[in-house]
C-alpha cells in the first residue's frame, strides 16, 4: 500500500515519459492496484482483500494440520498479508473520537412509592451514564491486530 501510494504522488505521476515506457500489462495491474487502494467507504476494498488473505491462511493450514495429523505451524509455505498500519491508525484515531461513557437515551423511571429500598437503588442506577465497552473492545481488538 505504501509503495502504491508513494506512486500515485504527484511528483511520481508527473513522470510522464517513464510512465509511457512501461508494459500494458503493468499499467493494467497498476490501475487495478489503484481501485484497490481507493479509500472509499472506509478502505472497504483493502479490508475485505486483508480479510481473504487471512481466511486463506486459516483454511490452508487447518487441512494441511489435518491431513498431516500434526498441531505444527505449517504456514511457511503459505503467502499471507502485511497489515496496512495505516488503515490501523485511522481506526484508533476514529474510535478514539467516540465518548466513553453512554448517556442513558430511555425516560427516566416514573416514580415508585418510596417504600421498596431496592427499587430507590435501580432507579439511582438508571440515572447514571454507562461505560462505553465497544470502544474499548475495539480498541483491544485494533492494538491486537496492528502488532
Given at each position: 500500500?505504501?509503495?502504491l501510494?508513494?506512486?500515485?504522488?504527484p511528483?511520481?505521476?508527473?513522470?510522464?515519459?517513464?510512465?509511457?515506457?512501461?508494459?500494458?500489462?503493468?499499467?493494467?495491474?497498476?490501475?487495478e492496484?489503484?481501485?484497490?487502494?481507493?479509500?472509499?467507504?472506509n478502505?472497504?476494498s483493502?479490508?475485505?482483500?486483508?480479510?481473504?488473505?487471512?481466511?486463506?491462511?486459516?483454511?490452508?493450514?487447518a487441512?494441511?494440520?489435518?491431513?498431516?495429523?500434526s498441531?505444527?505451524?505449517?504456514?511457511?509455505?503459505?503467502?499471507?498479508?502485511?497489515p496496512?498500519?495505516?488503515?490501523?491508525l485511522?481506526?484508533?484515531?476514529?474510535?478514539?473520537?467516540?465518548?466513553?461513557?453512554?448517556?442513558?437515551?430511555?425516560?427516566?423511571?416514573s416514580?415508585?412509592?418510596?417504600?421498596?429500598?431496592?427499587?430507590?437503588?435501580?432507579?439511582?442506577?438508571?440515572?447514571?451514564?454507562?461505560?462505553?465497552?465497544?470502544?474499548?473492545?475495539?480498541m483491544?481488538?485494533?492494538?491486537?491486530?496492528?502488532?
Open positions: 500500500m505504501q509503495i501510494l508513494g506512486l500515485q504522488s511528483a511520481v505521476s508527473r513522470l510522464e515519459r517513464t510512465w509511457q515506457r512501461l508494459d500494458h500489462y503493468e499499467l493494467q495491474v497498476f490501475g492496484l489503484k481501485e484497490l487502494a481507493k479509500p472509499f467507504l478502505w472497504k483493502v479490508r475485505h482483500a486483508m480479510s481473504q488473505a487471512i481466511q486463506q491462511m486459516d483454511e490452508s493450514s487441512v494441511e494440520s489435518v491431513l498431516t495429523k498441531r505444527a505451524d505449517v504456514t511457511s509455505n503459505h503467502r499471507g498479508c502485511i496496512f498500519l495505516g488503515l490501523y485511522s481506526d484508533l484515531v476514529f474510535n478514539s473520537e467516540l465518548p466513553n461513557f453512554i448517556a442513558l437515551s430511555a425516560p427516566s423511571p416514580p415508585l412509592p418510596s417504600d421498596q429500598d431496592d427499587d430507590s437503588f435501580l432507579r439511582s442506577r438508571l440515572t447514571t451514564q454507562l461505560v462505553n465497552y465497544n470502544k474499548f473492545r475495539t483491544g481488538k485494533l492494538n491486537n491486530q496492528s502488532t
